[in-house]
């Protein structure tokens, strides 16, 4: 009732406006109430073709900038097909996507009267068209099952000949509001399963999601398309037998209780499908799930992005820029990573990392190996717990830096200088680009930049390069934030929308840099990046780029004379024949 007591000149005009329309109707009787919950209500008794609709209208405490709603006073009455449930409110002439505050309840209850007097006509009844419809995810609220169809499954299945069985591997998935399905793998003509390319991996697995996995069939004839009535597995199967299906392993008992199965229907259009899952259990219980279709969404990804499937990423450092910057890549289009990090992920982490207090305690490669099979299809991620630049095994810091070489691309997301130098040497060796960024602690800003080769100076003259920029400026108030020691890190840094911000704008850069795009997007090699007026920056969002200059990718000493090559080939050549000769058994 708040807002009568704040604007006592509207709830005087509801009232008179509302009094008025009943002293004209012959139809309308009101009372004014205060309802159990505060609100102010009135209970309205309307005739109409002579049935008494007892109904009651409530004025929110938002009124009146939101409607006031009508619904019948027994909570168990459906009174029209726009009603909200039984008991539920009207869907009348005004609601929450047309409302106007110069609208009264007494136009609300008009709305009603035309509503059920068209609806509830005794000789000529008729139906009231909506004047809006309801988004997908609205109509899917209360659907306790659904199954999620993606393209090229429903491709694979529309290029089934009729009357065919085709079998199927299906995974559940339980969330807190649903249980979804998903079909991971259908089998092809020679009857072996096959994944389902556009589904990620990580949804057919037991980990990193609860997903059991069971098995089934899709049937698939233009008898579905006619749909019919199917709240049975005994009904199910008698449609089936109908159709002209063997039916002997749909319904399979196995030591007293019926094995769970999957059971598709499809007919000549994607409209007739139907998923039913038959539940394990001493009686086979039916439950007809709700078909999620793919939407126009599914398809954002260009054909440009498309390129970036064939890129393989290196990543150094898995902690809040690299975790953050992985999980962009992979929504981007890239599909293969390697990942290098030793650390954990532990609780002081999560404050700004990509990654849940459910990966706490796995180190991060092997939890965003997991994150990044659940983002996108198709995704390969090698993850090394090495530590570069540490105290590692020889062997495995040589393998660790001998698969980063293979990569197409390097990201240190270390800010770590001894990392920096190794990846700066290993792409300068192997021709590889070099991106990298940090974070200033503090969070007013941070930078990104790269190193390609042919197009910048080589990694170390662009590090050298933005050191003499700064060393020009005004004294920063903050260093850099690092985020490769695995000691816990200084409390409040930065926001985990500051490492955001800085690791889009390397996740870009490295798009950028992946595609080879000419002319790039990004024609300097360093850019400032602010967040708010700090230091050099004179406002939120202001960029620097840093035009450096320096040393390109080859030295003096990569000019090797032919003598010298001779002569290196020479020697190896005779270490082989001495190696062979210790090898081979005598005669």
Same mark, same amino acid.
């Given at each position: 009732?708040?807002?009568?007591?704040?604007?006592?000149?509207?709830?005087?005009?509801?009232?008179?406006?509302?009094?008025?329309?009943?002293?004209?109707?012959?139809?309308?009787?009101? /009372?004014?109430?205060?309802?159990?919950?505060?609100?102010?209500?009135?209970?309205?008794?309307?005739?109409?073709?002579?049935?008494?609709?007892?109904?009651?209208?409530?004025?929110?405490?938002?009124?009146?900038?939101?409607?006031?709603?009508?619904?019948?006073?027994?909570?168990?009455?459906?009174?029209?097909?726009?009603?909200?449930?039984?008991?539920?409110?009207?869907?009348?002439? @005004?609601?929450?996507?047309?409302?106007?505050?110069?609208?009264?309840?007494?136009?609300?209850?008009?709305?009603?009267?035309?509503?059920?007097?068209?609806?509830?006509?005794?000789?000529?009844?008729?139906?009231?068209?909506?004047?809006?419809?309801?988004?997908?995810?609205?109509?899917?609220?209360?659907?306790?099952?659904?199954?999620?169809?993606?393209?090229?499954?429903?491709?694979? @299945?529309?290029?089934?000949?009729?009357?065919?069985?085709?079998?199927?591997?299906?995974?559940?998935?339980?969330?807190?509001?649903?249980?979804?399905?998903?079909?991971?793998?259908?089998?092809?003509?020679?009857?072996?399963?096959?994944?389902?390319?556009?589904?990620?991996?990580?949804?057919?697995?037991?980990?990193?999601?609860?997903?059991?996995?069971?098995?089934?069939?899709?049937?698939?004839?233009?008898?579905?398309?006619?749909?019919?009535?199917?709240?049975?597995?005994?009904?199910?199967?008698?449609?089936?037998?109908?159709?002209?299906?063997?039916?002997?392993?749909?319904?399979?008992?196995?030591?007293?209780?019926?094995?769970?199965?999957?059971?598709?229907?499809?007919?000549?259009?994607?409209?007739?499908?139907?998923?039913?899952?038959?539940?394990?259990?001493?009686?086979?219980?039916?439950?007809?799930?709700?078909?999620?279709?793919?939407?126009?969404?599914?398809?954002?990804?260009?054909?440009?992005?498309?390129?970036?499937?064939?890129?393989?990423?290196?990543?150094?450092?898995?902690?809040?820029?690299?975790?953050?910057?992985?999980?962009?890549?992979?929504?981007?289009?890239?599909?293969?990573?390697?990942?290098?990090?030793?650390?954990?992920?532990?609780?002081?982490?999560?404050?700004?990392?990509?990654?849940?207090?459910?990966?706490?305690?796995?180190?991060?490669?092997?939890?965003?190996?997991?994150?990044?099979?659940?983002?996108?299809?198709?995704?390969?991620?090698?993850?090394?717990?090495?530590?570069?630049?540490?105290?590692?095994?020889?062997?495995?810091?040589?393998?660790?830096?001998?698969?980063?070489?293979?990569?197409?691309?390097?990201?240190?997301?270390?800010?770590?200088?001894?990392?920096?130098?190794?990846?700066?040497?290993?792409?300068?060796?192997?021709?590889?680009?070099?991106?990298?960024?940090?974070?200033?602690?503090?969070?007013?800003?941070?930078?990104?930049?790269?190193?390609?080769?042919?197009?910048?100076?080589?990694?170390?003259?662009?590090?050298?390069?933005?050191?003499?920029?700064?060393?020009?400026?005004?004294?920063?108030?903050?260093?850099?934030?690092?985020?490769?020691?695995?000691?816990?890190?200084?409390?409040?840094?930065?926001?985990?929308?500051?490492?955001?911000?800085? /690791?889009?704008?390397?996740?870009?850069?490295?798009?950028?840099?992946?595609?080879?795009?000419?002319?790039?997007?990004?024609?300097?090699?360093?850019?400032?990046?602010?967040?708010?007026?700090?230091?050099?920056?004179?406002?939120?969002?202001?960029?620097?780029?840093?035009?450096?200059?320096?040393?390109? @990718?080859?030295?003096?000493?990569?000019?090797?004379?032919?003598?010298?090559?001779?002569?290196?080939?020479?020697?190896?050549?005779?270490?082989?024949?001495?190696?062979?000769?210790?090898?081979?058994?005598?005669?």
């Amino acid at each position: 009732m708040k807002w009568a007591i704040d604007d006592p000149a509207r709830f005087l005009h509801e009232r008179a406006e509302l009094d008025r329309f009943e002293a004209e109707s012959d139809w309308l009787s009101t /009372a004014w109430r205060v309802s159990e919950n505060g609100s102010i209500a009135v209970d309205l008794d309307m005739t109409i073709h002579g049935r008494v609709f007892a109904g009651r209208m409530i004025y929110p405490e938002t009124f009146p900038d939101s409607p006031p709603y009508i619904c019948p006073r027994d909570a168990s009455e459906r009174w029209s097909g726009h009603q909200y449930g039984a008991g539920g409110p009207l869907c009348l002439q @005004w609601r929450s996507d047309n409302w106007h505050p110069a609208v009264t309840g007494a136009d609300m209850v008009r709305s009603a009267r035309e509503l059920l007097s068209t609806e509830q006509h005794p000789e000529l009844p008729n139906t009231v068209p909506s004047a809006h419809r309801l988004t997908p995810g609205q109509g899917m609220r209360g659907a306790g099952r659904r199954f999620v169809a993606t393209a090229e499954l429903l491709a694979t @299945w529309t290029a089934l000949p009729l009357l065919s069985r085709t079998g199927l591997q299906s995974s559940i998935v339980y969330n807190s509001d649903a249980i979804v399905m998903f079909v991971a793998k259908v089998a092809d003509a020679q009857d072996v399963l096959q994944d389902v390319i556009d589904l990620p991996k990580g949804i057919a697995t037991s980990l990193p999601l609860f997903s059991l996995s069971g098995d089934g069939w899709i049937f698939r004839s233009d008898a579905f398309d006619q749909r019919q009535s199917i709240e049975s597995a005994e009904m199910l199967v008698r449609v089936l037998t109908e159709a002209g299906f063997a039916t002997d392993d749909v319904l399979v008992q196995e030591s007293g209780k019926y094995k769970a199965k999957t059971i598709v229907l499809l007919g000549t259009a994607l409209s007739s499908l139907r998923v039913f899952l038959i539940d394990s259990g001493e009686q086979p219980e039916l439950l007809e799930h709700r078909i999620v279709f793919p939407s126009l969404s599914d398809f954002r990804l260009s054909e440009e992005a498309q390129q970036l499937a064939s890129v393989r990423v290196g990543i150094v450092g898995l902690g809040s820029v690299g975790s953050k910057a992985a999980i962009s890549l992979a929504r981007a289009g890239v599909r293969k990573f390697l990942l290098v990090d030793d650390d954990y992920l532990s609780p002081g982490n999560i404050v700004r990392h990509e990654l849940s207090w459910a990966y706490v305690g796995t180190h991060k490669v092997r939890a965003m190996r997991d994150a990044l099979s659940l983002i996108a299809p198709a995704v390969q991620v090698d993850a090394r717990t090495t530590r570069l630049a540490g105290q590692e095994s020889a062997v495995s810091a040589a393998a660790a830096l001998k698969d980063l070489a293979s990569c197409d691309l390097l990201i240190d997301a270390t800010a770590n200088p001894e990392v920096f130098l190794l990846l700066a040497a290993l792409a300068r060796k192997n021709g590889k680009p070099l991106c990298w960024a940090e974070v200033f602690a503090g969070g007013y800003g941070g930078m990104i930049a790269r190193a390609r080769p042919k197009h910048d100076p080589n990694p170390l003259a662009v590090r050298d390069a933005y050191h003499a920029y700064l060393a020009t400026l005004p004294d920063a108030p903050f260093k850099n934030a690092a985020g490769y020691d695995g000691t816990e890190e200084q409390p409040l840094i930065a926001y985990d929308s500051d490492v955001g911000f800085v /690791a889009a704008a390397l996740t870009r850069l490295v798009i950028d840099t992946g595609l080879s795009r000419e002319p790039s997007e990004y024609p300097y090699s360093v850019y400032l990046l602010g967040m708010r007026r700090e230091w050099i920056f004179e406002a939120p969002f202001d960029t620097c780029p840093i035009d450096v200059q320096g040393e390109g @990718w080859e030295s003096d000493g990569d000019a090797v004379s032919d003598k010298d090559r001779i002569a290196v080939v020479e020697a190896l050549l005779r270490m082989c024949e001495e190696l062979r000769a210790d090898t081979d058994p005598p005669i």
